[in-house]
């Protein structure tokens, strides 16, 4: 993830205030958007790169495995 993209993350994040953080597939950020604009807050969103994509998806995946 990109400096400038947690730099402006890091500038919402109040003390007491939260953040969330969802792995989408492409095409499915659109109706994941309209979910969470329920709720309120600002939406930040960020493409990974493949490999980038990769990494994370394979914290997810043992993450699950332990459980």
Do not use: Y
């Not at 919402?12 to 969802?22: Q, R, T």
């Not at 792995?23 to 499915?28: N, Q, S, V």
């Amino acid at each position: 993830i990109e400096e400038p993209f947690m730099r402006e993350l890091a500038s919402h994040l109040k003390p007491g205030s939260s953040a969330l953080f969802v792995l989408a597939r492409e095409g499915r950020a659109g109706l994941i958007r309209e979910e969470v604009e329920k709720f309120g807050g600002t939406i930040l969103q960020v493409r990974l790169e493949h490999e980038d994509h990769d990494r994370l998806q394979a914290v997810v995946n043992s993450v699950r495995a332990e459980r």
